[in-house]
Each structure stands twice: as C-alpha cells, then as structure tokens.
C-alpha cells in the first residue's frame, strides 16, 4: 500500500523558517518524481513544486522559487520542504504527493500537515 | 501560467440527478486531471488523462473535453459525491482550478 505521512508542521513566527518531511512506503521510492501542493484554509490547491528521481531537477511555482527549497532522501525514503521568510500568506495545510510526469498528475497524496505562520 | 476556471463554484444536486461540471482552460491543454476532496480530507485522484477513472472510482463518473474545455459528469449523483471537486493541468507547470463544491439537495 503506497502511503505518504507528512510531518514537521506547527505555529512559526513571521519570517522564521520551517522544514517539513515526508515519509514515504509501499512503493520504490527512488523510481518517481515526488512533489508539493499546499492548501489555504478554506482556499483552494496550489503546486508549489517537484522534483526528480535523482534530485538533478528541482522546479517550483514562480512565485515561491526563491522561499522555498525541495530535496529528497532516497536511502530514508523521505521527501523535505525547507521554507524561509514565511509570512501570513504560507499559512496552510502542506501535502506531498507523487507525481506521474508523462501526462503530470498526483496519483498518492499524502494526509497533509498544518503549518500557521503567526506571532 | 495557464488559468483554469472552474464551474459553477457551488452547486447542488438530488439523489439520481445528472451533475456536470466544467473546467476551462486559458490555453489549450493536451489532457485534464480531476481530484475528489471531501471534506477535511486529502485529495484524491479521480480521473486522470481526461476520461480515466482512477481506481476505486465508481463508472456513474465520466469526463471528457479537449483543448480549452474540460468536464466532469456523474450519471446519477449518490450520497456519497458530495464534495469539492479539482481540476488540473500539467501541459504547463501544473495549476489546479479553484474548484466546485457539490453538495447533497
């Protein structure tokens, strides 16, 4: 069974950085993109990124290319989210998903992970 | 950025009622994903690649559309349907749409 636990979430202050993990099993890890998608409350779905099998590519959203950074773990079966400079408007719910890029879609999703930026 | 714009925003249907949605395109895309989300749950892929049904997906559902415009149809709309439904494209870097939320009349 291909499961996705996302983790590392929590109240941040404004402008602090946070990094958040995702754990995953049930399938090759190394075999597939991997990728992130976060959720406003009450808001919609928003890509912020993906990357590669072998971490040679990395993409992100224009918008959040120079706050965010995204890696992967292949011996640890683990995908991260390093954020920086959040602000207000990073408050959501962060999810992690695997992405078949032939035709990109997000089979596997994981439960998500709140993180709210507030002091 | 390749918008996509869906519709309506709400609405909602009966027990056994025919239920459309539709997603529009800003620029033509070669193929649309669709996502089920209930509520305080994950998404979920729902059809994939236009008109696949991803596992699990009951065949009251079909999608269909190309270039700009894109849908979802249930056949007969069930109980358990009621939910935010998404689109998304990855022609470009992938974007998803703002989503309809189908309630139970």
């Known amino acids: 069974e291909v499961k996705l636990v996302e983790s590392g979430g929590g109240l941040v202050q404004p402008g602090r950085s946070l990094k958040l993990s995702c754990a995953a099993s049930?399938?090759?890890?190394?075999?597939?993109?991997m990728g992130w998608v976060r959720q406003a409350p009450g808001k919609g779905l928003e890509w912020i990124g993906e990357i590669n099998q072998d971490s040679s590519t990395i993409n992100y959203t224009p918008s959040l290319k120079d706050k965010f950074t995204i890696s992967r773990d292949n011996a640890q079966n683990t995908l991260y989210l390093q954020m920086s400079k959040l602000g207000s408007e990073d408050t959501a719910i962060y999810y992690c998903?695997?992405?078949?890029?032939?035709?990109?879609?997000?089979?596997?999703w994981g439960q998500g992970v709140m993180v709210t930026v507030s002091s | 950025e390749i918008v996509l714009t869906q519709s309506p925003t709400t609405m909602a249907a009966s027990p056994g009622e025919k239920v459309t949605l539709t997603c529009r395109a800003s620029s033509s895309v070669s193929y649309m994903h669709w996502y089920q989300q209930r509520s305080g749950t994950s998404p979920k892929l729902w059809i994939y690649e236009t008109s696949k049904l991803a596992s699990g997906v009951p065949n009251r559902f079909s999608g269909s559309g190309s270039g700009t415009s894109y849908s979802l149809t249930i056949n007969s709309m069930e109980t358990e349907d009621a939910a935010t439904y998404y689109c998304?494209?990855?022609?470009?870097?992938?974007?998803f749409g703002g989503g309809t939320k189908l309630e139970l009349k």
């Open positions: 049930g399938f090759s890890f190394n075999d597939y993109w």
């Open positions: 998304q494209q990855g022609s470009s870097y992938p974007t």
């Open positions: 998903a695997r992405a078949l890029v032939l035709r990109y879609y997000f089979d596997y």
